[in-house]
């Protein structure tokens, strides 16, 4: 399994550079994030179009705004419980340069919210060949409860989209 070294252990900058803004979304009852930046909108299901003999977590491609966009099914691809699409998800489309320059989407459950982590409340994988773990996960993002929002604690897991889309994209 992946180890996990805290950025205090790695020494943590301070001011704004000790922020990082991630998307939180829900998979299959569980609360994952990514970076924000890789994000080029979030748009509600719509049809995808399979792709004939394409891997089991591509469920297809779609045209949004004029352009083929190739989706992922995230709950086949990380093995999380509760594969079938519904109408009532959500498509989170990156940015063309996450995915070398083309239009890659995933389906997720929900997308909860955007806010801003601070890197002592990250724990972040260390590369281990050994462990898989260490292909899709960044790290982990402790939230601090604030007073008036309860449902803002606990553990989020920080999902390395790059890394996903770079094992499946073509260079």
């Known amino acids: 399994m992946g180890e996990v070294q805290s950025s205090e252990q790695k020494g943590s900058g ?3 550079d000790a922020l990082i803004e991630v998307v939180e979304f829900n998979l299959g ?3 994952y994030a990514l970076d924000i930046q890789l994000v080029r909108e979030i748009v509600v299901m719509m049809p ?12 297809g491609v779609l045209n949004l705004h004029g352009e083929i ?4 099914n995230l709950n086949k691809l990380l ?11 959500k498509i989170i489309v990156f940015v063309p340069g996450a995915a070398k320059g083309n239009n890659v989407g995933i ?24 462990s898989n773990l260490s292909n899709f996960v960044k790290g982990i993002i402790k939230l601090r409860s604030e007073e008036q929002d309860k449902s803002r604690k606990g553990l ?15 260079g």
Do not use: C
Not at 79 to 89: G, L
């Open 156 to 170: 989020l897991i920080w999902i390395d989209m790059e890394k996903i889309i770079e094992g499946m994209v073509p």
């Open 79 to 89: 093995a999380v419980d509760d594969p079938a699409i519904r109408k009532d998800q």
């Open 48 to 59: 995808i179009t399979p792709i004939p003999r394409a891997p089991d977590f591509i469920s």
């Open 69 to 72: 966009t190739y989706i992922i």
């Open 29 to 31: 009852g569980k609360r």
């Open 107 to 130: 389906i997720v459950d929900n997308v909860s919210s955007v806010f801003q982590v601070q890197k002592e409340d990250i724990e972040t994988m260390i590369d281990n060949s050994s």
């Open 14 to 16: 301070t001011g704004i």
